[in-house]
């Protein structure tokens, strides 16, 4: 499972996520690198995932929190989602939120 590319005037996903299912199946997990681009440094970022059944069909949401970006640095992100992880097949970016 692999998400695109994202990017957006500030924050972008830097190349690209890899996700898994821990051992005892009870975690998804994607993971990545965020790039701060701006000037700005922010004191929260949240970047959402949504997941979804083989059928298309929403289960739940991965979330991670990334607190202190700094202007010009990256760095490592790892939504997770433990809800129905048994019938996640895939996942897309909802949205990378900042201040």
Known sequence: MICKEYK???????????????QDNNCFYIKGDLYNKSNQNFGYVQITF???DENGN?????????TNFISG????FSAVCSK?????????LKEIYYN
């Open 58 to 66: 929403y289960i739940d949401s991965a979330i991670d929190v990334i």
């Open 73 to 76: 640095n990256k760095c490592k």
């Open 50 to 52: 949504d997941c979804f």
């Open 8 to 22: 957006n005037s500030d924050i972008e996903i830097f190349e690209k996520t890899t996700s898994y299912k821990n």
């Open 84 to 92: 129905n992880v048994e019938r996640i097949y895939t996942y897309k």
